[in-house]
């Protein structure tokens, strides 16, 4: 495994930013911004997609309790559906950074696009995740906060298997969603059922 990054520019306070739960049919999507003292270390510290859920669960704590500052962005279904995915993530990268308890010079985000923050620069960085230690951080306490709220939603709504599949399109997912319809959690902008499916399902 290479390693990761400790910044972009080690003159500037930097804020790593990534979120969680784009492509899922139901549930909010979560983002997290995460400041890292400069000499941080984790030798399991990876892109969340990378590491087991047992070792995200365990970094989870430990990043909350290193870092200079980190924040948590949710933004709901209705609204996901009002402004649309891309919008919503960064809505929710923006109310992440809105948390943070002191003010970074610079916003390291992960993927290709990005909607400036008021006041500080950013740069977006591909597979950023994979590639800068703030960014690694933040994709793990954005997936580890939105698995947790996925299988409380889970106790409610056990025929949908979030707790399972975390809102991800699965065929278990859909088939609950053909079977009982969706419910107020899902997003009904997206395409929650494809044509063959439901006749697969029938």
């Not at 910044?7 to 969680?20: I, P, Q, S, V």
């Not at 559906?81 to 960064?90: E, Q, R, T, Y």
């Amino acid at each position: 495994m290479h390693k990761l990054l400790s910044f972009f520019d080690e003159n500037k306070l930097e804020a790593g930013c990534d979120e969680a739960g784009r492509g899922c049919l139901a549930g909010p999507v979560f983002a997290a911004s995460v400041i890292l003292p400069p000499d941080f270390k984790h030798p399991l510290l990876n892109d969340s997609k990378q590491i087991s859920e047992k070792t995200r669960n365990l970094l989870r704590p430990i990043i909350e309790k290193e870092a200079i500052s980190f924040g948590i962005g949710i933004v709901s279904p209705e609204d996901i559906d009002a402004i649309n995915i891309l919008n919503a993530s960064f809505l929710a990268m923006h109310r992440a950074v809105d948390q943070l308890t002191k003010i970074p010079e610079l916003l390291l985000i992960d993927g290709n696009r990005f909607r400036s923050y008021p006041e500080i620069k950013h740069v977006c960085i591909i597979k950023g995740d994979g590639k800068f230690l703030s960014i690694a951080a933040a994709s793990v306490l954005a997936k580890t906060y939105r698995d947790d709220y996925m299988e409380g939603l889970d106790e409610k709504f056990p025929a949908y298997h979030w707790k399972k599949n975390k809102g991800y399109p699965t065929i278990a997912h859909r088939k609950a969603i053909a079977d009982f319809g969706p419910t107020e959690h899902h997003r009904k902008t997206f395409t929650l059922l494809k044509l063959e499916e439901i006749s697969l399902f029938d």
